[in-house]
């Protein structure tokens, strides 16, 4: 897939969060930054070129990350729970605060 088709397939599935490319001038490579909406964490890739980076960011979601799901409480809190139910992050929207409750 092209770059573009690979942005638009991924934004057409609501899996966009982040997309973001930078040149860094250690190793003189282009770094890109891809936060998948499925999955709690970001994915990396890197090239000789920004376009290169941002394939690789796109296309390296690993399995291994853990889906997390998200519901608003009566109470108005935001609990966020992986898909083994093992972990539960509950923040407050009035306290602004995070309470990790059986995370590994």
Do not use: C
Request: aromatic share 4%; hydrophobic share 45%; charged share 30%.
């Amino acid at each position: 897939m092209t770059l573009e088709e690979l942005i638009r397939d991924r934004a057409a599935k609501g899996e966009l969060v982040h997309l973001s490319v930078v040149h860094s001038a250690l190793d003189s490579k282009w770094h890109a930054i891809y936060a998948p909406a499925h999955v709690y964490g970001v994915e990396n890739g890197a090239g000789a070129d920004p376009v290169e980076a941002l394939i690789a960011a796109l296309t390296s979601v690993k399995s291994s990350r853990k889906r997390v799901t998200a519901a608003v409480t009566e109470r108005e809190n935001i609990v966020f729970t992986d898909e083994e139910n093992k972990a539960k992050i509950v923040q407050s929207k009035k306290a602004g605060k995070l309470a990790i409750d059986g995370w590994e």
